[in-house]
């Protein structure tokens, strides 16, 4: 049995103030926000289809209030799929948007949990939950947006907005999908198309979003990369009498190839 604690302390004192225990598998990710801490875990649910066996990837995600008098239980949801990290959760005005990466497996009940025949799908999916007081509850969804087969890369929240990344990381080939959430009911999705590549993060620059020389979308193209890393070495003398190159050297010459690349 696996648990995780939250513990709320003085910040002068570090004298313990409230504690909340949950039962539950090991945490994907922690989201903070100014009052609540969200918790999610994922977990693996199974079911009989025909004369297969389906198991899915799921998470658990529970909210837990904070302020000066302790910690308060606010609610909880179950969502398909698993988070990469927190910067899959994002609140804004009463509606927590999560974007986990999904997995599903099918295989036949006469075989077993093993191998044989066994047939497996990914994708990603996007939710708005309400965070009502009576219940939190699922108000807006994109439900396998992505091409099959395509795992989750890289997500950011801005306001109104959410840009993901998917890709297929045999081909290394990924669109970036923007998401208008104004409405949470009607989501609106525009994806780029396919761009050589996979995501390692995504950020905003300026008034908007750039994709041009890895601003918005960082692509780690291999060949491309050590060509710059090759191009930058011929610029760096031979150090007399041989012995390591200085760490500054390094770090100068690993940014300069970034930026080429």
């Known amino acids: 049995t696996r648990y995780s604690t939250l513990t709320a302390l003085h910040a002068e004192t570090l004298d313990v103030?409230?504690?909340?225990?949950?039962?539950?598998?090991?945490?994907?990710?922690?989201?903070?926000?100014?009052?609540?801490?969200?918790?999610?875990?994922?977990?693996?649910?199974?079911e009989t289809?025909?004369?297969?066996?389906?198991?899915?990837?799921?998470?658990?995600?529970?909210?837990?209030a904070y302020d000066d008098e302790g910690l308060t239980v606010r609610g909880s949801v179950a969502l398909d799929g698993c988070l990469r990290n927190q910067y899959c959760m994002d609140e804004r005005d009463g509606i927590l948007r999560v974007?986990?990466?999904?997995?599903?497996?099918?295989?036949?009940?006469?075989?077993?949990?093993?191998?044989?025949g066994f047939v497996s799908s990914l994708n990603a999916n996007l939710y708005c939950v309400s965070l009502a007081a009576d219940g939190w509850q699922v108000v807006g969804q994109d439900i396998g947006f992505a091409p099959d087969g395509e795992t989750l890369q890289s997500v950011r929240f801005n306001g109104q907005y959410a840009y993901v990344c998917t890709a297929v990381t045999v081909t290394l080939n990924d669109p970036v999908y923007f998401f208008d959430l104004s409405d949470p009911a009607r989501i609106v999705r525009k994806d780029t198309g396919t761009i050589p590549g996979f995501s390692h993060s995504l950020y905003l620059q300026g008034g908007g979003v750039r994709r041009e020389r890895g601003r918005c979308h960082v692509?780690?193209?291999?060949?491309?990369?050590?060509n710059a890393i090759q191009s930058e070495l011929q610029g760096i003398p031979d150090r007399p009498g041989g012995g390591t190159v200085r760490r500054s050297a390094v770090r100068d010459l690993c940014t300069a190839a970034l930026r080429r690349a």
Do not use: C
């Not at 039962?23 to 994907?28: C, M, N, P, R």
């Not at 004369?51 to 799921?58: C, E, G, K, M």
């Open 219 to 226: 692509r780690m193209h291999m060949d491309t990369l050590r």
């Open 49 to 64: 289809v025909g004369a297969d066996i389906v198991t899915r990837l799921r998470t658990g995600i529970l909210g837990i």
């Open 99 to 116: 974007v986990p990466g999904t997995e599903k497996g099918r295989y036949p009940a006469l075989v077993g949990q093993n191998n044989a």
């Open 17 to 46: 103030l409230d504690t909340r225990s949950v039962l539950a598998g090991e945490l994907d990710a922690v989201y903070v926000n100014a009052g609540t801490v969200y918790l999610a875990w994922r977990y693996t649910a199974t």
